[in-house]
């Protein structure tokens, strides 16, 4: 039986301890609180008789929310996004995190699971290993139908974790340690979701993010109809959605959708961090009294997903590290603030009434899909084609960083890359040139088996009046309008109340209109089965909304298999017996200061190990507690830094913190880790420095 009680209550505004720089920004402790508990929005389902000003109740649904630790390895591991090899980790900015909700419609037990979860991609392979232990758990409950798993898409989490070896070998093989934290971080969540599962109310809400994001395809965006082009402005979805969750009229938790890539983080940026998402995310679970290091008991979950960030970068100047901020870090911050501040809109949003729970899904072969006249731009019938990524994916996002610039491909509003579209005259089959034409065609990846995933799942839900659609893309904000549109139209619903949500359950490169697919710029030239993708698209949401509307069957398909357990593992990956200097034991400190002056950076250098031999999930490496034992700030804080340094397996740990906001007094700097013997045990050591902040 589920528990349906409401074991958690978010402590007050005054109770909060003041947590150094969660609140150093326009965002202030105030006017957060008070924008959570004036959220009216539209009401799409209520437990209680009692309707919001402005709002009508349509009906009563449980939902559960749960908090996952699920941080990669910290040292040596490639990470996904930018495709730069020489970013490994190196060490801790903030550790990740699976937030999970779970929607029960208590009429028919019907469910969907949401897992937002801190990661650069989400793959096949790490979603049907969450599905796999999920069954060996719950059985039907849970399975393939019904659990999204999405990714914030920060650029700067260790990789590693693909069963399709393109993505793997830009960083350099399989890694299990990081795979299974990912994996158990995820199962954790959805498990402390379940048994979190109470009587709810949902709300949704519209805002507008201001100084959030900028169009870095402007070209490639004005080739679209004037329609699309009336719909966002300048280029820019500044459209901020929130799902709030709320148990006898308090705010428990939320889901935002807003389209913006997560490279406020550069590609030389090599700590583990969730960029401006992740930020955002933390910041509002420590202000809603959630203690990190103890994500099983947490009394607030905050996610913000992504929606259609395709060609949205927060570089505001369209070059990498463009933010308004003056690093990696603050500008993560600066962008996670604003979008914070769109989370409480008052904009109005146009929901059909519903008190379901439903949904339907299919897995589709993208590689070859008979699309419509009725879908295509040029009102003929099309095809898609095997993946194939061109030239300008391999030149990279250069407002947002990544590739390799010694290689010489360019994206198309920079000339294209001449001599590969001079190859693809002679090389390229004329019927694959129809589909594909005019990319610059590099990597036929799609005719490799086991090289990129080519069998997609697709799916629509319904809870209450949201009605939500997932895939496993990158779409551009007019794809993603447009495949809006084509659900809103056939359920008969407003648009606004469709979410279009990629990075699920898969990996698929981009989106991009036909139109701009015409330029090549990156993100046409990572539109892997060609101009006719997006069409073919939206006929697949069409048929899937018209039968879930009419209750008519869908064959779901299955999965093609994947290289999961044949890849190699990154030779960087192995672990290593670790050694201290001769004359110290592990936990011995280097170097470290007895005072500073308040605002200045602590730092302190011990004999560690390697930290990937126990990722210390939940509890984390490194605390600063105050004399009386408080902790006051942990692994994830944005006032803590941890890196680490190895030489022929002895490690040096160096730990920052960041004084600025504590109050003077005497602080303990607690590191714990594990080292590693010859024979494989591991020995938990601890490292402990006083120093007072004066």
């Excluded at 539209?42 to 008789?49: D, H, I, M, P, Q």
């Excluded at 650029?155 to 158990?184: C, I, K």
């Excluded at 169009?215 to 966002?232: I, L």
């Amino acid at each position: 039986m589920e528990d349906t009680t409401a074991p958690c209550s978010c402590a007050s505004a005054e109770a909060l301890p003041d947590n150094g720089s969660v609140f150093n920004s326009p965002i202030t402790r105030r006017r957060f609180f008070s924008g959570m508990a004036a959220v009216t929005g539209t009401v799409l389902w209520a437990s209680s008789g009692a309707e919001r000003a402005g709002a009508a109740t349509v009906g009563s649904i449980s939902v559960g929310r749960g908090l996952g630790d699920m941080t990669g390895e910290p040292w040596g591991a490639g990470m996904n996004g930018y495709a730069v090899l020489e970013q490994s980790s190196i060490g801790l900015q903030r550790r990740q995190y699976a937030r999970a909700f779970i929607f029960v419609d208590p009429a028919t037990n019907e469910r969907v699971v949401e897992v937002i979860a801190d990661i650069g991609l989400m793959f096949q392979s790490i979603f049907l290993e969450v599905v796999r232990r999920l069954k060996a758990k719950y059985g039907d409950l849970y399975g393939a139908h019904n659990v999204l798993i999405s990714a914030t898409h920060t650029h700067v989490a260790p990789g590693g974790t693909s069963g399709h070896l393109m993505v793997d070998l830009t960083t350099l093989g399989f890694r299990p340690v990081t795979f299974e934290a990912n994996v158990q971080g995820i199962v954790n969540a959805i498990v402390r979701a379940h048994e979190d599962i109470a009587p709810s109310e949902l709300t949704l809400t519209k805002g507008q993010v201001v100084g959030g994001s900028v169009n870095r395809s402007k070209a490639a965006w004005e080739k679209n109809p004037q329609k699309d082009r009336d719909a966002n402005p300048d280029g820019i979805d500044r459209n901020s959605i929130t799902l709030h969750i709320f148990r006898e009229g308090q705010s428990v938790g939320f889901i935002n959708w807003f389209s913006v890539h997560a490279t406020s983080m550069g590609h030389t940026y090599r700590h583990i961090g969730t960029d401006n998402k992740g930020y955002a995310a933390w910041a509002t679970e420590e202000a809603m009294g959630v203690d990190h290091r103890h994500p099983e008991s947490a009394p607030y979950v905050a996610a913000f997903a992504q929606a259609s960030p395709g060609d949205q970068t927060p570089n505001l100047g369209l070059t990498p590290g463009s933010g308004p901020g003056k690093d990696d870090t603050s500008h993560a911050r600066i962008m996670g603030e604003r979008i914070m501040a769109a989370v409480d809109g008052s904009d109005t949003v146009e929901v059909t009434a519903g008190n379901q729970v439903r949904g339907t899904f299919q897995w589709v072969d993208c590689s070859n899909i008979q699309v419509d006249a009725k879908w295509t731009s040029d009102g003929k019938p099309g095809k898609t084609g095997p993946a194939i990524l061109g030239a300008a994916f391999a030149a990279s996002s250069q407002e947002d960083g990544g590739g390799e610039p010694m290689l010489g491909f360019n994206e198309g509003m920079r000339g294209g890359t001449p001599w590969v579209q001079a190859l693809n005259k002679v090389t390229v089959p004329p019927e694959i040139m129809a589909i594909h034409a005019p990319k610059e065609m590099l990597l036929p990846l799609g005719y490799v088996e086991g090289m990129i995933q080519q069998v997609h799942p697709f799916y629509i839900h319904r809870i209450g009046g949201l009605t939500l659609i997932s895939h496993g893309f990158e779409a551009t904000i007019t794809s993603g309008l447009r495949l809006r549109r084509v659900v809103a139209e056939a359920l008969n619903v407003s648009l606004d109340s469709v979410v279009s949500q990629g990075y699920t359950n898969g990996y698929g490169h981009y989106v991009a209109t036909p139109e701009e697919y015409s330029t090549q710029n990156y993100e046409g030239g990572a539109t892997i089965f060609g101009r006719n993708e997006l069409p073919a698209f939206q006929q697949v949401f069409d048929g899937l909304a018209r039968a879930l509307k009419n209750g008519d069957p869908v064959d779901h398909g299955k999965p093609a298999g994947d290289l999961t357990g044949m890849i190699p593992q990154s030779p960087s990956g192995n672990t290593w017996a670790d050694f201290p200097p001769p004359g110290k034991k592990f936990g011995d400190i280097l170097e470290a200061p007895s005072t500073v002056t308040a605002g200045e950076t602590v730092t302190v250098k011990l004999v560690g190990a390697n930290p990937n031999n126990n990722l210390r999930l939940g509890e984390g490496y490194f605390t600063v507690e105050k004399s009386d034992g408080t902790v006051v700030a942990n692994d994830s804080s944005e006032s803590t830094l941890i890196t680490f340094a190895n030489n022929m397996g002895q490690t040096t740990v160096t730990l920052d913190w960041n004084s600025t906001g504590y109050d003077p007094g005497t602080y303990t700097l607690r590191y714990k880790g594990d080292s590693r013997t010859m024979f494989g045990h591991l020995d938990e050591f601890e490292a402990v420095s006083t120093v007072q902040v004066l």
